[in-house]
């Protein structure tokens, strides 16, 4: 027997002891093929957690990094106000990078975990998605505050989210674009947000009798747009919308203003730094739809908000931070309605009708309870003017 | 269309200029680097830092880019590839790609994930030829490729270090006899191509305008494709392949819309690498020729155990679904499936020495076919498993077939095309599959009525199935059949001399191998009860080769382990996030310097 080998046999031995051993560790947790037995000791304890489904690294880390500065500061508001009926409020977060794979093998971490009570997040609909499952299995809220995807919530009963759906923010962008010609060329991101967003601005805009001239689909690493872009161009509409997200969105605006000589209007881009920054004076007029604008919002609840933020964080907030920060500020809210457990948030999903508010303009909002989502939070148009986001009038 | 054409024509000149790194390195070294791309990312970025925030003109930012990669290309392969001489280049190829993840997540860690503007370092639209501007950039970047290449034509037909670099390549141990300092030379050819590389990222930025530290992965890929479509090996064929993708990218996505985009890239890969091999300037002979089949790991031999050691360790894993918490069993479900998958490639990767980079297009297969049975025709579970298994085997197989009369990197290059063009055809088969709005509601699995909910129930059903895996595969190798593909792959000539059919083998062991991916891929949507055509990306299957290059890449049992260390193992690393996004690459770079046979084989 070689000395190679005889490594690896001493290597199988010590691996079969420690599987040996994880199985003997995880027997005391757990026996049988019917899971834990999850909320069993929740109420004694001191602190009671939500959950983050997020991306901390990976392609989608600077939508993390925004969704953590809300989180972070609706939490310590929170626990500064007294925390859930006089226990201290908790974030677990999970670094899944957005990553189906990743949500779902944390997803029965977080379910298991008796202190936690609800979970937000993750950022793109088919991670959320991947993790939905697990948690309405278990009876835990799964709060998707960022999955405006219609679909999200037909997993169960326990899937809610508070996005305006993809419907409402197209139908809005359509009747926009309605009003400034009667030709439109449109690109889209193809992914599953974008394929959905554009079915939904096609309908609105043959209701309005608008002329799509030209449409294309893009991928998301595409680098050179020029050849949908030029046909978008010699269409000659009165219009181009891009229906997308920011740095796709910037490099759209760029390439129709410097390398095309597009003068025209256009829509698109989205409401983040990184937008403005990528597109630079090209983003001027650049029409987009939102939830929230910092500079214009009227809501007092909002503006207390931004003030807040821009303390903490030298900046105002946006769209991604407002969202992350209101799920926080509606879960404990619906924990002090009722009771910080899991049942608790469910039960005041189901009847609480005033949930906080920090978006458009009225204060509070409810959800429909066919659809778990938020009918009656509207959109707003935003407009690029002087390299910042304002409210737009059509 | 002359707008289109023209922007064509300028993309492809960015191609170029990478392609043309990645044929010179292989050209003189006979590896195909990986890493190019993510090289071509350090020098955007870099740019980036000591343009905008340093606010440095070009010349001391080109001087800076120089200096870094050509570091950069000496440290590669002075520590890493030239460690490898004397292994099957395979070895080589593998260690490219775990470089190629550390840098880009190396990247990714020092500058964040943000997208950012490029300074504008030369003028990017002051010009304009019919409805499309341009600027003094591409000009510049047009003449550098030309330049480029005519420098190294003639520093390698005239120089004298230029023709030290080619007898290298022709034959390493002659070049050595006649005083060539070989290695001096390997590391000359590194840097070069390195530097090259560095040089691109500059042009690269200043063509895309915004870059993202993550940008290496694709701008490698594309140009990868655009040197096999020129020929890999010849820098003209670079040129020219690089400005030949460009038109067909723009004019195909100008007809049939971006969404093609992958379709049309990958497609026209596969399109020349069966119509034409060696690639539009290639040279012919080379392609039949090239050593490059084999495991790298000539000779390693899977550790076999008892028969009473197989028992106990699949009774040992049958039982950990009744003793695993929710958590445990939940990452033991992306395990065994994962693992499932990647006992399948044992077969073809390992025993038939053929190295497949795409195997996530069979895992979709099975996901969907299972998906739409199920929620479309209201098959029951498991009948649609077993039928996701075999449309996964059968498209797979039909359209991996054409690849089968390529030897070498050629089929490594094949697989990564026909991946994307899977996921690809998914996206574009939109009445049936939903294209990328994917598929909700997909039922839990149900067996013999009894709905399996729990992570543990799920995780047992995935346990069983690998165990029917292993089985098949471990079967097969003691066969008369797996002795066959045993031959192939250690040594494809010899094997036809003895009246084997090696193509008709390697697409039989393929087809094992894509049926067990299929049923890993009905197991995931039945999971997840959610697809879309996003989660079978490259990543996937750079994963389930790791897998397997890390367990043993002829060792079914070798593929479990490989499969409980890579996804269970970055679960373990939550506590440092960072550090766990450069696990993969640097894992696959230890093994293959250090124990290239895989943890659970040893050396013949």
């Known amino acids: 027997m070689s000395i190679q080998s005889r490594t690896i046999h001493r290597f199988l031995k010590t691996f079969a002891a420690a599987a040996t051993a994880t199985a003997l560790i995880a027997g005391t947790a757990a026996c049988g093929l019917d899971g834990d037995d999850g909320t069993a000791d929740a109420a004694d304890a001191d602190v009671v957690n939500i959950g983050v489904l997020y991306p901390k690294t990976g392609q989608y880390a600077e939508y993390g990094r925004l969704f953590e500065q809300g989180l972070e500061l609706a939490k310590d508001e929170v626990n500064a106000d007294g925390g859930l009926q006089g226990k201290q409020l908790g974030l677990v977060y999970y670094d899944t990078q957005s990553d189906p794979k990743q949500d779902a093998s944390v997803a029965p971490k977080l379910a298991a975990d008796a202190s936690v009570i609800a979970v937000v997040g993750d950022y793109a609909s088919p991670a959320s998605a991947a993790a939905s499952p697990t948690f309405q299995q278990a009876g835990l809220v799964h709060y998707g505050f960022n999955n405006s995807s219609p679909t999200f919530t037909e997993t169960g009963d326990h ?16 009747d926009a674009a309605a009003k400034i010609g009667k030709k439109v060329s ?8 974008g394929k959905q967003a554009y079915e939904y601005f096609k309908e609105q805009a043959a209701k309005n009798g608008t002329e799509i001239v030209y449409e294309s689909s893009y991928l998301p690493d595409s680098t050179d747009l020029s050849p949908i872009l030029i046909p978008a161009r010699d269409a000659k509409p009165d219009l181009i919308v891009d229906i997308g997200y920011g740095p796709d969105g910037a490099l759209i605006a760029n390439t129709l203003r410097d390398k095309l000589g597009y003068e025209g209007p256009f829509f698109g881009g989205q409401e983040t730094a990184e937008f403005l920054d990528l597109a630079g004076d090209n983003a001027e007029g650049a029409v987009i739809t939102g939830s929230f604008s910092a500079e214009g919002t009227e809501n007092p609840g909002a503006q207390a908000f931004v ?4 303390e903490r964080y030298g900046n105002n907030p946006g769209n991604f931070e407002v969202t992350a920060y209101q799920a926080i500020k509606d879960l404990a809210y619906a924990a002090n309605k009722t009771e910080p457990t899991r049942e608790g948030i469910q039960k005041a999903l189901q009847t609480v009708d005033d949930f906080p508010l920090y978006q458009g303009n009225d204060t509070t909002f409810s959800f429909d309870q066919e659809t778990r989502r938020a009918p009656g939070i509207n959109p707003i148009l935003l407009v690029v003017k002087d390299g910042k986001f304002v409210p737009y009038e059509a | 269309m002359i707008d289109t054409l023209f922007s064509g024509l300028i993309h492809g000149g960015a191609y170029a200029l990478v392609a043309v790194g990645v044929s010179l390195i292989f050209g003189v070294t006979n590896i195909v680097n990986f890493a190019q791309g993510s090289l071509v990312a350090v020098g955007m970025m870099l740019a980036w830092y000591t343009g905008s925030v340093l606010g440095w003109p070009i010349i001391p930012v080109v001087v800076a880019v120089i200096v870094v990669t050509a570091l950069l290309g000496w440290l590669i392969n002075a520590g890493i590839i030239a460690p490898l001489e004397g292994r099957k280049p395979i070895a080589a190829l593998l260690a490219t790609i775990g470089v190629g993840q550390i840098l880009d997540n190396g990247l990714q860690i020092v500058f964040g994930a943000r997208t950012r503007p490029f300074p504008k370092l030369l003028d990017t639209s002051n010009l304009q030829v019919a409805g499309v501007r341009f600027g003094t950039s591409d000009i510049v970047m047009v003449a550098v490729t030309v330049l480029a290449m005519l420098g190294l034509w003639a520093f390698l037909t005239y120089g004298k270090a230029g023709r030290a670099i080619r007898a290298t390549a022709q034959d390493p141990q002659a070049a050595q006899q006649m005083g060539i300092p ?4 390997r590391n000359l050819a590194f840097v070069i191509g390195a530097v090259l590389s560095g040089i691109a990222g500059i042009f690269i930025g200043l063509f895309n305008g915004n870059i993202n530290p993550m940008n290496g992965g694709t701008i490698g890929l594309t140009a990868f494709v655009a040197a096999a479509i020129g020929g890999l090996g010849s820098i003209p064929g670079a040129v020219v392949g690089g400005i030949v993708l ?13 969404g093609a985009h992958d379709l049309i890239t990958f497609g026209a890969l596969i399109i020349i690498l069966i119509a034409r091999p060696q690639g539009l300037l290639g040279p012919k002979t080379d392609v039949k020729s090239e050593p490059m089949t084999g495991t790298f790991l000539a000779g390693a031999r899977p550790i076999a ?11 040992a894993l049958l039982a950990t679904p009744f003793l695993f918490s929710d958590y445990l069993a939940g990452i033991g479900t992306q395990v065994a499936i994962y693992a499932i998958a990647a006992v399948g490639l044992t077969l ?39 039928a996701a298994g075999v449309i996964a085997a059968l498209f797979a197989s039909i359209l991996t077939f054409p690849s089968w009369k390529l030897s070498g990197h050629y089929v490594a290059i094949a697989t990564i095309g026909l991946g994307a063009v899977m996921v690809a055809l998914i996206r574009v088969a939109e009445p049936l599959t939903h294209g990328s709005l994917g598929i909700t509601g997909i039922p839990f699995p149900t067996v013999f009525g009894a709905t399996l909910n729990t992570q543990q129930k799920i995780y047992l059903l995935d346990v069983i199935v690998l165990l029917v895996a292993l089985v ?36 039989l062991a393929y087809a094992v191998a894509a049926f067990l991916a299929g049923l890993a891929g009905s197991l995931l949507a039945h999971q997840y009860t959610y697809v879309d055509p996003t989660i079978f990306n490259s990543n996937m299957s750079l994963l389930i080769l790791t897998i397997i290059v890390l367990g043993g890449m002829n060792s079914p049992i070798g593929a479990v382990l490989g499969s409980i260390i890579l996804i269970g193992a970055p679960e373990l690393l939550r506590v440092v996030p960072e550090a766990r996004i450069l696990a993969y690459g640097a894992l696959l770079v230890l093994v293959i310097m250090f124990r290239p046979q895989g943890l659970f084989a040893r050396k013949g």
């Open chain 2, 472 to 507: 098949i595969v471990m079967r097969i190798q003691k066969a008369h059949l797996g002795h066959v593909f045993d031959a192939i792959g250690s040594d494809q000539e010899a094997s036809e001399a003895i009246g084997i059919r090696p193509g008709a083998y390697k697409a």
């Open chain 2, 246 to 258: 460009g038109v067909v990218e723009a004019v195909g996505v100008f007809w049939f819309g971006d």
């Open chain 2, 305 to 315: 155990l008892p028969w009473w050691g197989n028992l106990a360790l699949a009774a």
């Open chain 2, 182 to 185: 070989v290695k001096r030379i």
């Open chain 1, 186 to 193: 449109v690109v889209y991101i193809e992914n599953d947000w």
């Open chain 2, 348 to 386: 073809i990767s390992g025993s038939a020495g053929q190295t497949i980079l795409g195997l996530a297009g069979p895992v979709a297969f099975g996901a969907y076919a299972s998906a739409i049975l199920t929620t479309q025709l209201h098959w029951p579970f498991l009948a649609a498993l077993l």
């Open chain 1, 307 to 310: 003030k807040a933020f821009k």
């Open chain 1, 159 to 174: 899937v809610w989210s508070p996005a305006i759906g993809t419907d409402s923010y197209e139908r809005a962008y359509a």
